[in-house]
């Protein structure tokens, strides 16, 4: 399985543009690229997930360079609803359905006024 | 639509006694997935099944057993509790297509003393 590594923490201030890069040198021809948000005492919540080049919904970005080896989750004008930790994960699709998907420890995204 | 369902949402166990949590699903997903959490730390996949009829070990299985009832249904038993797990379980459901969204149940608290 593609290992993640991502930073620990981030601080930002509401209005600003969030920027998360996950590294994943091992990743797969076949593994998808997700993020994942987690709020305490909640399951983690589904962000956006891509395969190469930007994916854009209506909460966030992502950017997949070309050797797919890294990815950044962009948040445009976080707010302080936004402090969460965030999970940067590489997901095997299973032989017979399915995903297995392995999370890493996260980045703890903390948003002041 | 209550996505997934845990039961309980908070237990207290003594050690060496058994429970099981029960998991269920009603978005006809594939495949579904049990995963613990610790303070501070990331989540770790204890089991997962990929589809009806199948279950596979994930990063930290031992001391625990998964049964797959039906689609809807995946539960997780704890044998002989330890205080070592002690931590937040959660359930999770994904679809069978090549999409890496899962969905999280809102977790059980379990405590061993």
């Known amino acids: 399985l593609a290992k993640t590594t991502q930073p620990i923490s981030m601080d930002s201030y509401e209005g600003q543009e969030v920027n998360i890069t996950c590294s994943h040198n091992?990743?797969?021809?076949?593994?998808?690229i997700t993020w994942y948000q987690q709020f305490p005492s909640q399951g983690p919540r589904f962000i956006i997930q891509?395969?190469?080049t930007k994916v854009t919904n209506e909460v966030a970005s992502l950017f997949i360079p070309a050797d797919r080896k890294s990815s950044t989750l962009s948040l445009p004008r976080v707010s302080l609803s936004d402090t969460a930790v965030y999970y940067c994960?590489?997901?095997?699709?299973?032989?017979?359905?399915?995903?297995?998907?392995?999370f890493g420890t996260g980045t703890q995204l903390k948003v002041e006024l | 639509n209550a996505g997934v369902t845990q039961t309980p949402k908070f237990q207290v166990l003594k050690t060496g006694q058994s429970m099981t949590l029960q998991c269920a699903q009603d978005?006809?997903?594939?495949?579904m997935y049990w995963y613990r959490q610790d303070p501070g730390m990331g989540l770790r996949l204890i089991y997962y099944?990929?589809?009806?009829?199948?279950?596979d070990k994930g990063e930290v299985p031992n001391g625990y057993n998964v049964s797959r009832l039906n689609k809807r249904e995946f539960s997780l038993r704890l044998e002989s509790a330890a205080p070592s797990q002690t931590s937040v379980y959660f359930c999770?459901?994904?679809?069978?297509?090549?999409?890496?969204?899962?969905?999280f149940g809102q977790g059980t608290r379990l405590t061993v003393v």
């Open positions: 999770a459901s994904s679809s069978r297509t090549g999409n890496t969204e899962a969905f």
């Open positions: 091992n990743i797969a021809t076949n593994d998808y």
């Open positions: 891509g395969y190469k």
């Open positions: 994960l590489v997901g095997v699709i299973l032989t017979g359905g399915g995903n297995k998907l392995t």
């Open positions: 978005m006809n997903h594939n495949s």
């Open positions: 099944s990929a589809s009806e009829g199948t279950t």
